[in-house]
């Protein structure tokens, strides 16, 4: 099988942060890909970023067609200024996706 390739790069069309402080990407369309994300924070700092294809009624991701540990990827921060990350090994299908940092970053 051929490896997946970038064939293009998105920007999120909107987002808009939940009451839990967690933030939520809208894509724009149904794609197969990865988040790429980039922050800065105090080293162990956690950052997840969940995928979904769908929202619930509260603008929340919606797991119903799939588990979300099917969905999650997790980045931990070395804490030395700048960081870049992105996943490898992997992609997702998805419109949406959930970021939840917990520690001391800003992403």
């Known amino acids: 099988m051929p490896p997946c390739r970038v064939t293009a790069t998105m920007a999120a069309k909107k987002s808009w942060i939940l009451e ?3 933030q939520v990407f ?7 890909g990865w988040c790429r994300i980039e922050g800065s924070g105090a ?7 969940e995928h979904a294809e769908l929202l619930d009624n509260n603008e929340q991701i919606s797991h ?5 540990y099917f969905q999650t990827d997790k980045y931990i921060l070395r804490g030395d200024g700048l960081e870049s990350w992105e996943p490898r090994f992997t992609y997702h299908g998805f419109r949406y996706a959930r970021v939840t940092v917990k520690g001391d970053a800003s992403i």
Do not use: C, F, R, Y
């Open 20 to 22: 839990d402080s967690k």
């Open 26 to 32: 809208d894509i724009g369309q149904n794609m197969t």
């Open 43 to 49: 080293a162990g700092a956690e950052v997840t970023l």
């Open 64 to 68: 119903w067609v799939l588990q979300p």
